[in-house]
């Protein structure tokens, strides 16, 4: 998938339409290899539109990650959990990655923050990371949230 020869031309129309591209991902993220795929685009040197659309189109980043509805299949809660856990692992990686290219783009994104700061305090999200079943990708989440409340924390030191 890293190796594909069609990977650069893909890019290269994905920067053409990179308000249509960010949302299609977004809309996506449950699919580990659309994700894989949007976190290559995002970490290659030419993708500054991508970038751009994404940490400007934060109201859909929230919904698309952390207010998102995940349809049930079946009934079956667990899956439905699971996918509620990989939407919110994605938004704070995605938000983690914004963060890390320009700190100060947290700094007005208030909402978002109300959001990180309701996964953290939640006993649901408590219990997701002390346990042993938690995904081996997703040990670096709680990580990640703490450095995003703390460079928010810098800007505002009420």
Known sequence: EFCSLFREPLLKFALKFPTLIIEFFLGHLCEPAVTRILHSFLHNKDSTLLKESLGSNHQKLISSTFIAQVQAT???????????MELQYQGIALCHFLIEQDDQWIKQKTMLVDYFKKIWNSEAYLSQISKDTLPLSHWQECTMLAK???VYCKHHKE
């Open 74 to 84: 079946a009934g079956v809660e667990e899956t439905v959990m699971q996918k509620k």
């Open 148 to 150: 995003c409340l703390l």
